[in-house]
């Protein structure tokens, strides 16, 4: 466990850790400023997806961007969320079942929201197709990329979980105070900072291991 990314990886936890404890501590009103849609927080997540993007474009060649183009485009769609392009140049957003079947939404916008949705199925697929038993695999020997892979997954789970919480628990009778919501808006934002970093440690790992 001496690898130099798990060091990566105890300090990213730990700087996300205590950037949350922060968020937190400042409270609703004084945080609103870090937690909005055009706050540092979020701006930072977005702007490390096309990072990750960029350097994987730089540093892996045409070779990469063909061999492994849906990892391009599943990252490349990360950020365009994080910058909220998914309900922004439409109706609303392509990412509800509603957005189909509403009358209101106009036929083309329909047809770029199912455009993009393949490409999002198409890059899922491929990444578990050709990754997902070598993942699993590795994980049982610490590799520091199936580790850095697994807390990427831990991370887009469970902030897609606690993202609007208190709209999830009320169908289910479940009434959340705003400190709550606040707590696990704050929580949901900060998680989702760390992916684009640890996405950009894994490809840094497995270039070296190609290389070196």
């Not at 990329?145 to 469970?158: P, Q, S, T, Y």
Request: glycine share 8%; proline share 2%.
């Amino acid at each position: 466990m001496t690898n130099i990314y798990f060091r990566i990886y105890a300090i990213l936890s730990l700087s996300l850790i205590l950037l949350a404890a922060f968020v937190v501590y400042l409270g609703p009103t004084e945080a609103k400023s870090l937690l909005g849609e055009t706050g540092p927080i979020e701006r930072a997540s977005a702007l490390g997806y096309f990072l990750c993007v960029g350097y994987m474009l730089l540093a892996g060649g045409r070779d990469f961007a063909k061999r492994r183009a849906y990892i391009i485009v599943l990252v490349t769609l990360f950020g365009c969320r994080e910058l909220d392009f998914d309900k922004r140049f439409t109706t609303m957003g392509i990412l509800r079942s509603r957005f189909y079947m509403s009358s209101e939404v106009p036929l083309l916008e329909k047809l770029v929201g199912l455009i993009v949705i393949a490409l999002l199925l198409w890059a899922v697929i491929n990444i578990v197709k050709n990754h997902l038993t070598s993942t699993l695999a590795n994980l049982s020997k610490l590799n520091e990329r199936a580790v850095g892979v697994l807390m990427i997954f831990v991370l887009l789970a469970v902030s897609k979980s606690i993202d609007g919480l208190a709209r999830k628990l009320k169908p289910l009778g479940v009434e959340t105070s705003q400190q709550v919501s606040f707590l696990a808006s704050s929580v949901e934002e900060v998680m989702e900072l760390g992916v684009p970093i640890l996405m950009i440690a894994v490809f840094h790992s497995w270039r070296r291991s190609r290389t070196g």
